[in-house]
């Protein structure tokens, strides 16, 4: 008779998952970990995106030759550039302001908000 893994009434020791996120108590420091990790992330991305705006802006400028399209499309390049890292500066103190006037400061500690909202 064959013995299987599903026959075993008894493991020897603990299962454990691969790596660090295989410990399934510090679950909610690891989903915290991973939403701080994709904020910062698309917060670096949308600086790379800006300098590479900014940059091929001068670049057009520098270019342009006096052309006074080729100007104009090097300055709207620039202003859609600064808007857009504004936009990604002003949307996190934005949404910090919300919370903090609808009574839940805060809000951008997903570890502590999890904390919050999970059963006792």
Known sequence: ??????????L???IN????????????????????????????IAFIWFLFTLIGGAIGII???????????????????VIGVVIVIAGMF?????????GIPGILNIGAMINIISPP
């Open 1 to 10: 008779m064959k013995n299987y893994l599903t026959q075993s009434t008894t």
């Open 63 to 81: 270019s342009a030759g006096g052309d006074k399209g080729k100007l104009e499309d090097a300055r709207g390049r620039i202003t859609t550039g």
């Open 17 to 44: 998952g691969i790596g660090p996120l295989g410990e399934p108590a510090d679950a909610e420091n690891r989903f915290a970990q991973i939403i701080s990790t994709a904020i910062g992330l698309i917060t670096l």
């Open 94 to 102: 934005i949404v910090d302001l919300i919370a903090r006037i609808l």
């Open 12 to 14: 020897n020791g603990t």
